[in-house]
């Protein structure tokens, strides 16, 4: 079993910037998949960026050049740096993990970007 904790939500304004953190309860980013998704309000829940077993990187269209997933190399965290935020990237923010055939969320952390 895997305990994913995210954190570094809050409320920014439009253009500002975020970094989110997922830390695991044991090593595991080094060589699974991984990705993060969102939920705004009242909408289904979207897949933002990725990162395959093999390290390749891949975003959402709407997120490519402001977001960047990204690990760290003793395999407990992963990470989602937030560029150039705008009001509609308002969301419950989740981090995910699949091993093997399980997989393991978050319980997710709010972002607001309002004015």
């Known amino acids: 079993q895997v305990q994913l904790v995210e954190s570094g939500g809050g409320l920014v304004q439009p253009g500002g910037s975020l970094r989110l953190s997922c830390a695991a309860s044991?090593?595991?980013?080094?060589?699974?998949?991984m990705a993060w998704y969102r939920q705004a309000s009242g909408k289904e829940r979207e897949w933002v960026a990725e990162i395959t077993n093999g390290g390749r990187t891949n975003y959402a269209s709407s997120m490519k050049g402001r977001f960047t997933i990204s690990r760290d190399n003793t395999g407990n965290m992963m990470y989602l740096q937030m560029n150039s935020l705008k009001p509609e990237d308002t969301a419950v923010y989740y981090c995910?993990?699949?091993?093997?055939?399980?997989?393991?969320w978050g319980q997710g952390t709010q972002v607001t970007v309002s004015s």
């Open positions: 044991r090593s595991i980013f080094s060589d699974n998949y």
């Open positions: 995910y993990a699949q091993i093997g055939l399980s997989t393991f």
